[in-house]
């Protein structure tokens, strides 16, 4: 390329230093009012009382209890996604079949349906007017304003993280290791652990981490199917709010700034991730073209 195409071609993909600092002034100017700004406003509430404040009111029985119904609600609804994200990628990403492409939409239901209507669908499912509700009030089962009806709600709209994180990365991927894997004799088993799964990993645990942040945070859903019995069926969205409508603020922004922590350790954990797979993608096109593949694991498996 001569030097006048070089000079064009940076004329071109650049700008001055005035537009620069406006563009670079704004972007940071937006996050500092719509993310710096409030998460501040919230650990300086929260603390505006003091330790002691703060303290106790993260000692409270009911607080406690949220804490433990969004903990153990994560922990059921984060793996049960883990499995049917991975299947269904798959499925979608590895397989041709008829109906794929209405898999793919129930996939992505989700995202086009209202967290409300999320919870309200399983109230007239499992509610004492529902199609369910007298069958399972004969057997003395609760499901609505009972934790399995919050760990249902959870569940249904953290279904398409993992899903939709995988079924690109897979498609991209292509399937031709996996049939050379099957070919050199692997199991399914064997393929899936020894070629699929190292080609998938960072992706995973990408989609892991954004599925546990929407479980521990979803407030919809949970809100219509929960009944609000404070103790019982608050998760910790739920606690704020009720805290917050009773004029408890110091408390309720103290039990919010350990939703606020948790996002920001998740938000840690995912920088964290980006580097390790950047350094990864940087390492493996480092090595030279005689390289061992998943392939090799594969044959070593098989023999």
């Given amino acids: 390329m001569s030097t006048q195409n070089i000079r064009t071609a940076r004329k071109g993909t650049t700008e001055s230093a005035w537009v620069r600092c406006v563009l670079i002034g704004t972007a940071l100017a937006f996050m500092f009012l719509f993310l710096v700004l409030p998460l501040a406003a919230v650990f300086t509430e929260a603390l505006r009382k003091g330790w002691d404040a703060y303290g106790e009111a993260l000692q409270e029985p009911d607080a406690w209890s949220a804490i433990r119904l969004t903990l153990l609600t994560a922990a059921v609804a984060v793996p049960l996604n883990l499995v049917f994200g991975v299947a269904a990628a798959w499925c979608v990403a590895k397989y041709e079949f008829w109906g794929k492409s209405f898999l793919t939409t129930l996939i992505d239901l989700p995202f086009s349906v209202s967290p409300v209507v999320a919870g309200l669908i399983y109230v007239l499912v499992f509610g004492a007017q529902g199609w369910l509700g007298p069958w399972l009030m004969e057997h003395d089962i609760k499901v609505v304003f009972a934790v399995p009806g919050i760990m249902l709600a959870t569940i249904f709209v953290t279904v398409?993280?993992?899903a939709r994180e995988l079924i690109p990365?897979?498609?991209?991927?292509?399937?031709?290791?996996?049939?050379?894997?099957?070919?050199?004799?692997?199991?399914?088993?064997?393929?899936?652990?020894?070629?699929?799964?190292?080609?998938?990993?960072?992706?995973l645990i990408y989609?892991?981490?954004?599925c546990n942040a929407r479980a521990m945070g979803e407030f919809g859903a949970v809100s219509v199917v929960s009944g609000h019995i404070r103790g019982q069926t608050n998760t910790m969205p739920l606690h704020v709010e009720v805290l917050y409508n009773e004029y408890q603020s110091v408390a309720a922004f103290a039990v919010a700034s350990l939703l606020a922590l948790l996002a920001l350790v998740t938000l840690a954990i995912k920088s964290v991730v980006?580097?390790?797979?950047?350094?990864?993608?940087?390492?493996?096109a480092a090595l030279p073209p005689e390289r061992p593949t998943p392939l090799a694991s594969?044959?070593?498996?098989?023999?």
Avoid: C, D
């Fill in 274 to 284: 980006e580097w390790r797979h950047e350094r990864e993608m940087k390492a493996i």
């Fill in 207 to 210: 989609g892991v981490i954004l």
């Fill in 160 to 162: 398409p993280f993992i």
């Fill in 298 to 303: 594969a044959a070593t498996v098989s023999a």
């Fill in 169 to 203: 990365l897979m498609q991209a991927q292509g399937n031709e290791e996996e049939q050379a894997a099957i070919v050199l004799g692997a199991t399914g088993w064997q393929t899936f652990w020894y070629v699929t799964l190292p080609n998938i990993k960072w992706g």
